[in-house]
């Protein structure tokens, strides 16, 4: 089984910049696809971004796009995503999740149940 443990999460100014890890602990994680998800104090968890299991195309919210970056290095293991120009609407608990069948060809990544394999979350904390 896949386990998934985010890092690089903290307090920032809005207009900063972090930068999400996400490290799994198998080499299988490189033939899955890969999610970022977020949830707000009393709200559902959302869809932020996704990677192919191959790294060559990424889906991204509506609300991020253009500010965040996702990316994976599969010789590490790791997934990214970069966040620049935060906002403090993007204040949340950040989820990294892996998921679909092996492979995965399609470009619906944005639904929960998609994903089998999540992380215990890291926080972002956007200050105004």
């Known amino acids: 089984q896949v386990h998934l443990v985010e890092s690089g999460g903290g307090l920032v100014q809005a207009g900063g910049s972090l930068r999400l890890s996400c490290a799994a602990s198998e080499r299988t994680f490189s033939r899955y696809a890969m999610g970022w998800f977020r949830q707000a104090p009393g709200k559902e968890r959302e869809f932020v971004a996704a990677?192919?299991?191959?790294?060559?195309?990424?889906y991204y919210a509506d609300s991020v796009k253009g500010r965040f970056t996702i990316s994976r290095d599969n010789a590490k293991v790791t997934v990214y995503l970069q966040m620049n120009s935060l906002k403090p609407e993007d204040t949340a608990v950040y989820y990294c999740a892996a998921g679909g069948v092996e492979y995965y060809s399609g470009t619906d990544y944005s639904h929960l149940p998609f994903y089998d394999y999540w992380g215990q979350g890291t926080q972002v904390t956007v200050s105004s």
């Open positions: 990677v192919s299991w191959s790294g060559t195309s990424t």
